[in-house]
T-cell receptor
Framework: KNEVEQSPQNLTAQEGEFITINCSYS?????LHWLQQHPGGGIVSLFM???GKKKHGRLIATINIQEKHSSLHITASHPRDSAVYIC????????????FGTGTRLQVFP | NAGVTQTPKFRVLKTGQSMTLLCAQD?????MYWYRQDPGMGLRLIHY???????AKGEVPDGYNVSRLKKQNFLLGLESAAPSQTSVYFC????????????FGPGTRLTVT
């Protein structure tokens, strides 16, 4: 079983919809990252969080350490949000490396 | 600032050939990483470096070697390429791992025939 699991694997939405992507992990962590990979392949970091909630524009990330779960929400989705969203965790007993989920592919249609 | 750059962007190799991928960063980051990305799998760490002159193995190091002679550069070498090394390779860097985000290069698409 993977240490980091994302759901759903694929997601389609109409423009304007509220979107939620989930990430569950089975190891102790010191931080969790959300990354975005655009169709061209480039990867950018969206959030790093170790507790609570962070917001940037239309993106909101939350984490529940006790439940080993994080969510990424997109409000008022737009076609330019179409990308693969990747969750990665920094294990608390080995802080040099990230463990990555396999990603959630999001397509937003006009 | 250019951020993290990778050369080349694309390469086709024949089985048994060798090549070196170059990663450069201009952010004075201590940590640098090489990942590979394959369909249906998450990014997997090949090798990493926590500072100039240091290297360490990641999850999938076999068939690869690395060097970090200068702080800004991290080289990934394939001594004898195999079809199983067909992948997209990403380099990344971070100031440190604790609480710091990683900055990724644009990727190198390598095909081994």
């Amino acid at each position: 079983k993977n240490e980091v699991e994302q759901s759903p694997q694929n997601l389609t939405a109409q423009e304007g919809e509220f979107i939620t992507i989930n990430c569950s992990y089975s190891v102790g962590i010191s931080a969790l990252h959300w990354l975005q990979q655009h169709p061209g392949g480039g990867i950018v970091s969206l959030f790093m969080l170790s507790s609570g909630k962070k917001k940037h524009g239309r993106l909101i990330a939350t984490i529940n350490i006790q439940e080993k779960h994080s969510s990424l929400h997109i409000t008022a989705s737009h076609p330019r949000d179409s990308a693969v969203y990747i969750c990665a965790v920094l294990r608390s007993y080995n802080t040099d490396k990230l463990i990555f989920g396999t990603g959630t592919r999001l397509q937003v249609f006009p | 600032n250019a951020g993290v750059t990778q050369t080349p962007k694309f390469r086709v190799l024949k089985t048994g050939q060798s090549m070196t991928l170059l990663c450069a960063q201009d952010m004075n980051h201590e940590y640098m990483y090489w990942y590979r990305q394959d369909p249906g799998m998450g990014l997997r760490l090949i090798h990493y470096s926590v500072g100039e002159g240091t290297t360490a193995k990641g999850e999938v190091p076999d068939g690869y070697n690395v060097s970090r002679l200068k702080k800004q550069n991290f080289l990934l070498g394939l001594e004898s390429a195999a079809p199983s090394q067909t992948s997209v390779y990403f380099c990344a860097s971070s100031y440190s791992t604790l609480g710091n985000e990683q900055y990724f290069g644009p990727g190198t698409r390598l095909t081994v025939t």
